[in-house]
T-cell receptor, first 110, second 114 residues
Framework: GENVEQHPSTLSVQEGDSAVIKCTYSDSASNYFPWYKQELGKGPQLIIDIRSNVGEKKDQRIAVTLNKTAKHFSLHITETQPEDSAVYFCAVEYGNKLVFGAGTILRVKS | EAQVTQNPRYLITVTGKKLTVTCSQNMNHEYMSWYRQDPGLGLRQIYYSMNVEVTDKGDVPEGYKVSRKEKRNFPLILESPSPNQTSLYFC?????????????FGPGTRLTVL
């Protein structure tokens, strides 16, 4: 069935350090893998996405890597800042549906 | 301003009292969906709609109904709410790509069923 596992559930890092969040999925036919950031009291917002025809995508301090063979993808945030503190969700497209991971609470300590 | 709006933002109700949460988008998006967010479970899709008059079940459709009579509106209906439907609800819309395109989320509706 459609499944997305996300780890870790919580992550605390010191300001300036890197943070990595990993997701695994079950269906090898999936081709679209977005990451969303949710700040307190708001709806999730897309921060980066990757499609199966590429292995890595970068946007300033954030990057996503995809390993289709192993069916996992990861979010990398470098030089973390206090404003990066939020809940991060990975998601996987399964046909017309989008299935989300359980989320990671990222705390950046200054 | 391009946005997804939901009403109400907060609602406390009692078991069995029918309610509707409205969702509207002004971006002319084809795809709309409803999610519920619960601690430790992330966002789970309730229903989605590929276009007007086309709706389909997500992963947790039991106890919910939707309709898509106009492109901009996608209301969520709870005919007989129960306490296990207490949750934070999000409506989202997406352009032509549907599930493979950016989802634009509304601000959320916090529902409590007593």
């Amino acid at each position: 069935g459609e499944n997305v596992e996300q780890h870790p559930s919580t992550l605390s890092v010191q300001e300036g350090d890197s943070a990595v969040i990993k997701c695994t999925y079950s269906d090898s036919a999936s081709n679209y893998f977005p990451w969303y950031k949710q700040e307190l009291g708001k709806g999730p917002q897309l921060i980066i996405d990757i499609r199966s025809n590429v292995g890595e995508k970068k946007d300033q301090r954030i990057a996503v890597t995809l390993n289709k063979t192993a069916k996992h993808f990861s979010l990398h945030i470098t030089e973390t800042q206090p404003e990066d503190s939020a809940v991060y969700f990975c998601a996987v497209e399964y046909g017309n549906k989008l299935v989300f991971g359980a989320g990671t609470i990222l705390r950046v300590k200054s | 301003e391009a946005q997804v709006t939901q009403n109400p933002r907060y609602l406390i109700t009692v078991t069995g009292k029918k309610l509707t949460v409205t969702c509207s988008q002004n971006m002319n998006h084809e795809y709309m969906s409803w999610y519920r967010q619960d601690p430790g479970l992330g966002l789970r899709q309730i229903y989605y709609s590929m276009n007007v008059e086309v709706t389909d079940k997500g992963d947790v459709p039991e106890g919910y109904k939707v309709s898509r009579k106009e492109k901009r509106n996608f209301p969520l209906i709870l005919e007989s709410p129960s306490p296990n439907q207490t949750s934070l609800y999000f409506c989202a819309s997406s352009p032509l790509g549907g599930a493979t395109d950016t989802q634009y989320f509304g601000p959320g509706t916090r529902l409590t069923v007593l």
